[in-house]
């Protein structure tokens, strides 16, 4: 099977970390064209990357012309963008293009209704770890979206990636877990960092032991699924008496476990909130 030619519109951190999850797996550069708003994003993001890169702000025209030669199109975009931008391209697409976005909130009938009638589409919940490929994604087809369709998009991304092919009805609660996730696991690290810079650590030497520390265990909770949960790996570092024990009982006084899952629902909540306003009338 010959490459894909693929069509990246809006090229920011969630198109970026899927590009450079394409890029490390293999797919050739020149099958990629992708746009920005701005010249001088689509110059940065050409150098970084080594893809086409056209600007609407310069080529008024950009998204219509990288749509026209894709057999895949990512719309990476913010949600309240997504319409538009497939009633922009709408007419443009090749036909046996499949349209896949990654936007939260923007359902796959709310880009069906944008797009011509039987345009195959995917719904897609990705998150950034792609760019180094260990990210998690969450897919749903449209109604007109054939299984090669979904195979094509589930294996580009699969190559950088676990791709879940779920119900649109569980989309919002994978992005509280994982499209949003990464910010967590970030949000853990910059306080273990902070917390050792007040105890008198380099703040290099912080930083350096909070990422390690949380690579290392992240890996230890893949290798260990199905095994070991993660409530087993927490215990094993946990020596009755000991210091883990102390941490782990500030936390739960504090009862940082609810604040995480208020923090995931919130998230979760929050992209049915952005689906109801999108869908309100203008
Ligand atoms: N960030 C994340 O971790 C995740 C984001 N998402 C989804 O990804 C989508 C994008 O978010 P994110 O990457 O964070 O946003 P960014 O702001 O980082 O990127 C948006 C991109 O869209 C470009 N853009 C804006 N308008 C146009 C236009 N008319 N034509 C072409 N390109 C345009 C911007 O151009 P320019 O570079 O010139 O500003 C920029 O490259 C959202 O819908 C979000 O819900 C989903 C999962 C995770
Ligand atoms: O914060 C957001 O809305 C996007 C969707 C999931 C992650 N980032």
Known sequence: MTAPKIAMLGLGSMNGAILAGLLGAGVPAENITATTRTAASAQAKADQYGVQVLAEESTAEANQRAAASADVVFLGVKPPQITGLCAEIKDALKPGAVVASVAAAVTVAMMEQALNPGQPVIRTMPNTPLSVGLGVVGLTPGRSTDQQHTEQVAQLLGASGRVHVLPEEQI?????????????????????????????????????????????????LVENLGTHDAAQLRRNVTSPNGT???????????????????????????AAEITEELSAPQ
């Open 244 to 270: 883990t024990q102390k941490a782990i009982e500030t936390f739960d006084a504090a009862d940082m476990g609810s604040a995480i899952r208020s923090g995931a629902q919130a998230s979760s909540t929050r």
């Open 172 to 220: 919002d609660a994978l992005t509280g877990v994982a499209g949003s996730g990464p910010a967590y696991a970030f949000y853990l690290a910059e306080h273990m960092a902070a917390a050792g810079v007040e105890m008198g650590l380099d703040p290099q030497l912080a930083a350096d032991l909070a990422a390690q520390t949380i690579y290392g265990a992240g890996k230890m």
